[in-house]
């Protein structure tokens, strides 16, 4: 099945600098990529997606990076501010033989931002 | 629009004792899933549903745990007996994917589950 890899578990940048979390996944057939940001007790929340037919994506201070060949994707954010503290979660989603599609999260996250 | 609604959101039960799970999806959302997810985890797989069928149960761990979709919208988790180590989040979330096309998924609050 799919393996998805996320880097660093922890990170904590100041505010206004840039953060970068990166992930790597196994199946190369997987053809979505969603990043979903967590706040302490709260749900998960979409942030940004990208299909694998296309390389960059992005919105406001968010962007995401796929590599298909290399099979990584990251996620970047810009100017950062402290209301982006969270655990950010990187998926990846694969289709079985079986045509069961499936979303393989990463470990998570921790981002701080340092006012 | 209403999100995905969970309930309860806090469980706290003693070990070998019942617990049962409610999620009701957006509305128009035929694709359903029950994650689990432990501290410090992401969430993971347990079983998704399209519409009324169960068409991924292959990670719910099928000896304690059940789960139904009647009518192809509210769902149930259910555990029983549980375990110790079901203590986590239980978040359900809904999407309009299929097997062909991927679509966001949107996860509810979650319920959180202590067993004692």
């Known amino acids: 099945g799919e393996n998805v890899e996320q880097h660093p578990s922890t990170l904590s940048v100041q505010e206004g600098d840039s953060a970068v979390i990166k992930c790597t996944y196994s199946d190369s057939a997987s053809n979505y990529f969603p990043w979903y940001k967590q706040e302490l007790g709260k749900r998960p929340q979409l942030i940004i997606d990208?299909?694998?037919?296309?390389g960059e994506k992005k919105d406001q201070r968010i962007a995401v990076t796929l590599n298909k060949t290399a099979k990584h994707f990251s996620l970047h954010i810009t100017e950062t501010q402290p209301e982006d503290s969270a655990v950010y979660f990187c998926a990846a989603r694969a289709i079985s033989n079986f045509g069961n599609e499936k979303l393989t999260f990463g470990t998570g996250t921790r981002l701080t931002i340092i006012p | 629009e209403a999100g995905v609604v969970q309930s309860p959101r806090y469980k706290i039960i003693e070990k070998k004792q019942p617990v049962a799970f409610w999620c009701n999806p957006i509305?128009?959302?035929?694709?359903l899933y029950w994650y689990r997810q432990n501290l410090g985890q992401g969430p993971e797989l347990l079983i998704r549903y399209e519409n009324e069928e169960a068409v991924d149960d292959s990670q719910l761990p099928k000896d304690r745990f059940s789960a139904e979709r009647l009518k192809g919208v509210d769902s149930t988790l259910k555990i029983q007996p549980a375990e110790l180590g079901d203590s986590a989040v239980y978040l359900c979330a809904s999407s309009l994917a299929s097997s062909a096309v991927a679509y966001e998924q949107y996860f509810g609050p979650g319920t959180r589950l202590t067993v004692t």
């Open positions: 990208i299909r694998s037919n296309v």
């Open positions: 509305s128009g959302h035929n694709t």
